[in-house]
């Protein structure tokens, strides 16, 4: 998916932004129906795939709270990081 960014007069943003509302539909989805109402009825237009939701990332695969002793890591961490950060004002003799 890409993302793109595009400039509306204020009329037809604030004319859009109302029937997004009342559709219950966000403005990315009015825009994106818009694109494919327009290419469907436009003679030599040709849409060349279906869109498709972004791929499912399992929020807990990675949850540091799972394991017991998770504090202690947290601050082993810090730990590390404030030591790495420490460094970098010594110079080498």
Do not use: C
């Amino acid at each position: 998916m890409k993302r793109t960014q595009i400039q509306l007069p204020d009329h037809l943003y604030l004319a859009a932004h109302h029937l997004a509302e009342r559709q219950e539909i966000s403005m990315a989805e009015l825009v994106r129906r818009g694109l494919e109402y327009m290419l469907a009825v436009v003679p030599g237009t040709k849409v060349t795939g279906e869109w498709q939701l972004p791929p499912v990332h399992d929020l807990q695969a990675d949850d540091p709270f799972v394991k017991k002793d998770w504090r202690s890591d947290l601050h082993v961490r810090d730990l590390q990081v404030a030591e790495t950060q420490a460094s970098y004002g010594k110079q080498k003799p």
